[in-house]
């Protein structure tokens, strides 16, 4: 049984902010999938997600940031984050309360 759950790591993850956009990058729809596996008395994480553009340069530091998210689950193993671009990011993922932000209806 894991020590925490994926909906656990979506919490934490709701702390890491896109710094040019300002939303959180679980409202703005970043994170496709949280695989937990256990391993002896930890649990890894691995994290699939996307960024807002291919070329979006503060993406090594979201990743970091994510990362350093992570640090308070109990019994945290290894974190790995697995960038993809498919399918591609679109406003239309991000969540209600994000569009709202931005004005976005």
């Known amino acids: 049984m894991p020590h925490f759950t994926a909906d656990d790591v979506r919490e934490h993850l ?9 939303i959180n990058i679980v ?3 970043l994170i496709y999938d949280i695989d937990l596996t256990e391993r002896d008395d930890k649990t890894d994480v691995l994290v699939t ?3 807002t553009s ?3 340069p ?3 530091i979201i990743m970091q940031e994510l990362t350093r998210a ?3 689950l109990p019994n945290l193993g290894e974190v790995d984050v697995n960038l ?3 399918p591609p990011w679109t406003p239309d993922m991000m969540s209600e309360e994000a569009k709202d932000e931005l004005g976005i209806w």
């Open 58 to 60: 503060l993406g090594p």
């Open 49 to 51: 997600m996307t960024l």
């Open 54 to 56: 291919m070329g979006c």
């Open 14 to 22: 709701k702390t890491v902010y896109d710094p040019e956009i300002g």
């Open 84 to 86: 993809v671009w498919s």
């Open 70 to 72: 992570l640090d308070g």
């Open 27 to 29: 409202d703005l729809g």
